[in-house]
C-alpha cells in the first residue's frame, strides 16, 4: 500500500488565558459537539449524584422495620424523583452526551450535522431538569413545604388526576419530562442526520465503527418511541389543566391506557439506557484484548434486532392487569426473545476476548464487571417475562433488584469503562488507575452488597414502593445488609470524583492515542481541536488506525 | 450457586404459624401459588443452568487470556474477526432454549388463568380503596374490610374461593403471596381471581400497587378456616350491631359525631361509606388495613389521632375530646 | 508508529468521489417520523375511546363532514407542488401566486375548523371536558390543527422573505423542506379525516 506519511501540523492554541466571564460565555454560547457531549456528561454526573443522595436516603430508611427517618410523604417523593432524575436526567442526557461527544469524531467529521439544534436541545434538556427540580420550590406554591412529585416514575393514572393528585406536583413531574424530552428528540435527529450524512470519505455503513451503530439504533428508538411519552403526559396535562377525561375512569375513561403507553416508551427506553454502555464494551473490550470485534455484523445486526424486538414487549410490566392468556403469552415469548440478540453481544464480547492479551486497565475491569452483571440482570429478566413467575414477582422489590442490575451492574458500570477510556481523550490527562482500582472494587462490593439481597426480599413478599415495613416478616436482614452496601458505593463514587478532579488539575498527560487504538477518535489530538481534525481522513476499514500501525497486515485486506 | 444457596434457605423450615408473617413465594399453600411456584423452580434450573455456562465462560475467558508479565506487548495476538459457524450454534441454541421456555409459559398461563375453579366457591367481591380493602360477601350479606376469611379447601372438600377485583379510586393490587400472584384492582374494569388455601391459618399479604401516600401500610390477612368455622363467622356478621343497653349513652355520643359520615354500624344511624364499615370491628385483628393490632389501646389511639399512626390516611384527626373520646371506643369495644 | 497518527488518503478513493445524503432531507424525514409516532398515540387513543362516552352529545348528532376544509387542504398539497416547480425553473412570479394560493388555502382550513369548533362549543355544548368524544375530538383535530398553524406560519415567512428578494438559491432547499412537512400533515389529515368523520361517526 501506498503509505504517505502525513506530518501533522498543529497550529498550537493561543496560549491565552480567558477571563471567568468569557469562557463562561464561551461554554454557554458554544455550539461545538464536544462542549455540548461534556456538558450533558457534566450535568448527567450532577444528577447522578442527587439522585444517588436521595436513593441513600431511601436505603437509610428501609435499613431497619419500622423506621421513622423520613414520612411516607417524603418517601414517595425520594423514589419518585430518584427514578425520574435517573432516567430522564441521568440516562438520557448520557445517551445524548456520548453520541455528541463520540460520533463525529469517530465518523471522521468535524461537527454534529445541526450543530444549533444540538445546542438547543442541551437547553431544553437541562431546563426540563430544572423544572422538574423546581417543583421542590413550587408544587404546592412557595408556602415551605416541599412538594415534589410522588407518582412513582411510571406515574400510573388514575393516581395522577387532579382528583388524586392535588397541587402542581404532578403537573411539574409531566412538564418537565416532556420538555426534557424534546431534548433528546432533537439530540436524536442530530445523531441520526450525522451518521448518515457526515461521514468521512470511505466511512461506509458496514465500516462504521459499533459504537456509532449502537448509538444510531439508539437515535432512531428515541424517535419512535419517545412521542408516545410525550402524547401521554400531553394527554394528562390537557386532563389537569383543561378536564379532559383521557385517564378519568368516572368518565369511562381507561386507566390501562396509560399504563400502554407509558410502556410502549418504558420498554424499549431501557434499552435506550443501556445502548451507550454496549457501544462502549464494543470499543473498549477490542482493544485492551487487542483482537478486533468478534462477529462484526452479528453485533450490529443484534442492536438492531433489539431496536425492533423490544418495540413489541411492553406489556411485560403489565402482566398483573388482568389480561388475556394469549396477550400474557405474547408479551411473555416477545420478551425472552429480546434474549436471543443480547445474549449474541454477550458470547460475542466474550468471543472477542478469547484467544487475546487482555490488559486489565481500570476500563477493562468495569467491562469485565458488567459483562458478569449483565449476564445476572438478563437472566433474572427472563424471570421476570415468564408470566406466571411474574405474578408472584411484579411490584416487588425482586423487580427493584433486576433493574438496578441492568441500570448499575449495565449502564452505570458501562458508562465508567467510557469515562476511563476516553477521559485520556478528553481531557489529554490521564486518570490514575490506582485510585480507578478503588473505585471499580468499592462500587462493585457495594453495589452487589446491595442488590443481591434485594432480590431475596422480593421473593419473601416485600413490595416496591413501601416506606417502611413490619418486623417480623423475613425482610429486614436483607434490608440491613443491602443499606450497607450502599457505604461502599458512596466510598466508590468518591474515589471517582476525586480521581477526576486531581486528573484534570494535575494528571499525567495521555498523549493522542494512549491505548494503542484503532479508531479514528484517537488520529487526532487530546483534546481534540475545535475543528477535529485538521484534514478530514479517508478510510479503508473499520479499523483505520490499525492499518495505519500494520502497513504490512492491513484490515482492509480481509473487507 | 448462590441462587441454588439461596433456594436452599428459601426452603427451609419456618416455625409453625398459624399466622404465616413470612410470605415466602416458594411455600404456596393455594393452587395458582403452587404453579406459579412449580415454573419458578423450572427457571432457576433453566437460567442457573446459563448462568453456569455463560459466567464460567466468561471467567474461563478471562483468566486464561489475561496479559502475563512475560508477553511481548508488541507482538499482537491473532487477529479473529468471527467465525459463522460459532455465532449460528449460539444464536440457535438460545432460540431453542427460549422456545422451550414459551411452550412452558403458554401452558401455565392458560391453566392458572382458564382453570375453572372448583366446585362450591364461595364468591365476595373486593374492593380497593385508597388505603384500605373492602370485602363484600353478596351471596351473604356481609361487608367488612382489611381482613377476607376463606374457607380452606381439603383434598376431599375442594373449595375455592372467587374473588372479583374492584377499585373506587386507583389502581390497587392484591398479592398474598403464599395463595397466589398479583392481579390489579383497577378502577373501571373488573378483574378475577380465585384462591384455595390448603392450610388453616392467617396469610399476610399487601398492596402490590402503588397508590398513593400510605400505600405502605395497606396490609391484608386472607384468614383460612374450616368450612363450619367460615359459616359461623359469616352468621356472626350478617348480625347488625350489638344493641347493648348499658352503653346507650356512649352509642349516642357516637351517633352525634361526624362518624356516621364515613363509616356504616348496621342497625345504628351510621351508613357512611367512606371508611371501613364498623358493624364487627372488634372481630378484625387489625386497625388501619394492618398498621396496629385491635387491642383497646390502639383503638383509642386510632380514633384520638388516626394521622399519628398513619400518616396521610383519608381519616381525619376527630378532636374529641376526652369524654367523647372514652364513651366512643367504649361503644366501638361493644361492635363485637 | 507515531502517536499522532493520521489517516492517509487512500489513493483510489477521494473525497469529491464520496457522497452521502444531504443531512437536511435526513433530518425531515426522521423529524416526520418522529411526529408520526406522536399522531399514531392520538389516533389510537381516539379508536379506543369511540363509542366510550358515557353522555352526549354523540359525533352522530353533532359532527359534520368537512367536505370544503378536507378539499382545500388536499389541494394545497398540489399548489405546493406547482410552487416548488416554479421556484425550480426560477419563475418567481409563479412562485408566489402558487406558493399564496398554498397559504390560503390552509388559512381557509383553520377557518374552517375555527367555525366548527365554535359550532359545537357554543351551539352543540361539546367541550374538552364534556365527555370522552369531547376529550379526543379536540385534542387529535386540534393537534393537527396546531400543525397547520405552524406550517402556515412558515409559509408566510418564506412568503415575506421571498418579497423582500430574498436570494433563490437559498429558498430552495426550505422551500423544499417545507412542502415535505406540508404534504405530511395533509397526509395526516387523511387519516384523522377517516378516524374522525367517518369511522368515528
Ligand atoms: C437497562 C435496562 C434494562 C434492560 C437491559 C432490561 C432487560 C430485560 N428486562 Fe427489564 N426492566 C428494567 C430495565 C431493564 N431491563 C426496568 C427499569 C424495569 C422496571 C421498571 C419499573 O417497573 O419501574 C424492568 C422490568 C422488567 C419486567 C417487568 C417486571 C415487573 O414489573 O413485573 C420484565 C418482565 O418481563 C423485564 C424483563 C426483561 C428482559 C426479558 C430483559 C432482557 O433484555 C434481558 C436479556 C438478556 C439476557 C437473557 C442475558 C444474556 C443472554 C444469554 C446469555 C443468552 C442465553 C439466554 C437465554 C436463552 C434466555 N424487565
Ligand atoms: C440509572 C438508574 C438508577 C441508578 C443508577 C440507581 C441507583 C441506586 N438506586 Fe435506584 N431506582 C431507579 C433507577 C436507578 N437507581 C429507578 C428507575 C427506580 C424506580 C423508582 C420508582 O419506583 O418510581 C429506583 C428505585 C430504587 C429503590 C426502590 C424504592 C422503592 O421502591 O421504594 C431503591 C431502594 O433501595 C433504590 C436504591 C438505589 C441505590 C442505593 C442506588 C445507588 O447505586 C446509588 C449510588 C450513588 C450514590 C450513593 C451517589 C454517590 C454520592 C456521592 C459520592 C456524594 C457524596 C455525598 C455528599 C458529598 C453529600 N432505587
Ligand atoms: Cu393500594 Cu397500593
Ligand atoms: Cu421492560
Known sequence: MASIDYPLERPEAAPREFSFSESLYKWVATVDHKRLGLMYMVSALVFLVIAGIMASVMRLQLAVPNNHLVGPATFNRLFTMHGTTMVFLVGMPI???????????????????????????????????????????????????????????????????????????????ALGVLVSGFGSIASAINVIATCVSLRCPGMTLARMPVFVWVMLVDAWLVLVVLPPLSAAQIMLLLDRFLGAHFFDTQFGGSAVLWQHMFWIFGHPEVYILIFPAFGTLSEVIPIFARKPIFGRPAMVGAVVAIGFISLGVWAHHMFAIGMTSWSNTFFAAASMLVGVPTGIKIFNWTATMYGGKIRFAVSMMFCCGFLLQFLVAGLTGIMLAIAPFDWQLHDSYFVVAHFHFTLIGGLVFGVFAGIYYWFPKVTGKMLSETLGKWHFWLFCIGFNLTFIPLHFAGMLGMPRRIYTYAAGRGWESWNTIATIGVFFQIAGIACFAWNVIQSVRSGKAAGDDPWDAWTLEWATTSPPPEYNFEKLPVVRSSRPLWDLKHPQDPDWKYD | MLALAALAWLQSPTPALTEHRIANIFKPLASPAESEYQIALFSFVITGAIFVAVAGLIIYTMVRFRRRRDDDTRQEPPQVY???????????????????????????????????????????????????????????????????????????????????????????????????????????????????????????????EYCGTQHANMLLRVIAEERSDFER???????????????GEARATFESLSCVNCHTVKGTAAAGKFGPDLTHLMSRQTLGAGVLANTGANLRAWVNDPQQSKPGCFMPSMKLTDRELDQVVAYLQTLK | MAASAIVPPSPELLESEWKTPDRGKVGITFLILTETSLFTMFVATYLIYIGKSLTGPYPKDVLEIPILATICLLSSSGTIVFAEHALEREELGRFKVWWLATLLLGLIFLAYTGIEWRHLIYVDHLTISTNLFGTTFYSLVGLHASHVIVGAVFLTLVLVVTLRGFPIATQKRRVMFLSWYWHFVDAVWVVVFTVVYIIGR
Open chain 1, 95 to 173: 445517551v445524548a452526551g456520548m453520541a455528541n461527544y463520540l460520533v463525529p469524531l469517530m465518523i471522521g467529521a468535524r461537527d454534529m450535522a445541526f450543530p444549533r439544534l444540538n445546542a438547543f436541545g442541551f437547553w431544553i434538556f437541562l431546563f426540563g431538569g430544572v423544572l422538574l427540580y423546581y417543583s421542590y420550590l413550587g408544587g404546592s406554591g412557595l408556602s415551605g413545604a416541599g412538594s415534589a412529585p410522588d407518582v412513582g416514575w411510571f406515574a400510573y393514572a388514575p393516581l395522577t388526576e387532579k382528583a388524586f393528585s392535588h397541587g402542581a406536583s404532578t403537573d411539574f413531574w
Open chain 2, 82 to 208: 468471527g467465525s459463522n459457524q460459532i455465532e449460528a450454534a449460539w444464536t440457535v441454541i438460545p432460540i431453542l432454549i427460549v422456545f422451550v421456555l414459551i411452550g412452558v409459559t403458554a401452558r401455565v398461563v392458560a391453566s392458572v388463568e382458564n382453570a375453572s375453579p372448583p366446585a362450591s366457591t364461595v364468591k365476595l367481591t373486593l374492593i380497593g380503596h385508597q388505603w384500605w380493602w373492602e370485602v363484600q360477601y353478596p351471596d351473604f350479606g356481609v361487608v367488612t374490610a382489611n381482613e377476607i376469611h376463606v374457607p380452606v379447601s381439603r383434598d376431599g372438600a375442594h373449595t375455592a374461593t372467587y374473588l372479583q377485583l374492584e377499585s373506587v379510586d386507583v389502581i390497587h393490587s392484591f398479592w398474598v403471596p403464599q395463595l397466589s400472584g398479583k392481579t390489579d384492582l383497577i378502577p373501571n374494569r373488573d378483574n378475577f381471581l380465585w384462591i384455595d388455601p390448603r392450610e388453616p391459618g392467617v396469610y399476610l399479604g399487601n398492596c402490590a
Open chain 2, 233 to 247: 363467622w359469616a352468621a356472626e356478621q350478617r348480625r347488625p350491631a350489638e344493641q347493648d343497653g348499658q352503653i
